[in-house]
């Protein structure tokens, strides 16, 4: 397969067959991770990976406990949105239950060129959190470990569906994997989830925008 197919046919899948994935090929997928471009070669990255089905229902457990607080604070506000929350939970999170494998990406923060330049002469200048948190080149580095991730998973036959509707439980499930000793660095933080599988059935994707919609040329 080359790469404008494994573009093309990739596709949020959310269902998945029971067909696991082998060690090598997890390992491969990891790989395409690792050799991901990132700012200043910063690779801040960190994956964890869930096969054991008790395991995974343990993350599970953890989201619904946290997804349930939040759904019970909203209901005392707008029963509507509530309801729409609650729904969100299986469709969008707790599918992932289904996917063989379930890999949780770790990040670091990363300071890009300018930050450290900036804040040794302007120390209060907003541009120093515009550079961080709105250009944000730590997450666009973690987007390209995880698009890397996909497509090699494309190649092996495996589809894939990247969440980040898990990060409101983010702090309790780092808790969670220092508590049970599976990982344990503060300096990493939890910045997405991909559920990796064979796809049960063709998914459609939404509809894109036109190329004319999106593209300037200068
Ligand atoms: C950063 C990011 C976060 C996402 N989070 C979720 C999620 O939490 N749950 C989910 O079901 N899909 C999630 N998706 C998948 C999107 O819904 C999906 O990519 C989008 O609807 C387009 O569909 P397609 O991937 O099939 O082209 C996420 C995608 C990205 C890139």
Known sequence: MNISEAISKRKSIRKFTDKNLSK????????????????????????????????????????????????????????KKAERFKKFLKHFTLFYLN????????????????YYEYKLFDPNNPILDDLVYKRNPAMQNIGACIENMILQSIELGFGTCWLTSANYAAKEIEEYLS???????????????????????????????????????A
């Open 24 to 79: 090598e090929e997890i390992t491969k997928i990891l790989n395409a991770a690792r050799l991901a471009p990132s700012g200043k070669n910063s690779q801040n990255w960190h994956f964890i990976v869930f096969t054991e089905q008790n395991k995974k229902e343990e993350l599970a457990e953890i989201i619904k406990s946290k997804h349930n607080t939040i759904y019970k604070e909203m209901y005392k506000i707008d029963e």
């Open 179 to 217: 508590f049970s000793e599976i990982f344990d660095d503060k300096n990493y933080f939890m910045s997405a989830m991909l559920a990796i599988g064979e796809a049960k059935e063709p998914n459609n994707s939404p509809n894109k925008k036109k190329l004319e919609e999106i593209v300037t040329w």
């Open 99 to 114: 996917s063989p494998v379930l890999i949780l990406v770790m990040a670091t923060d990363y300071f890009p060129t300018g």
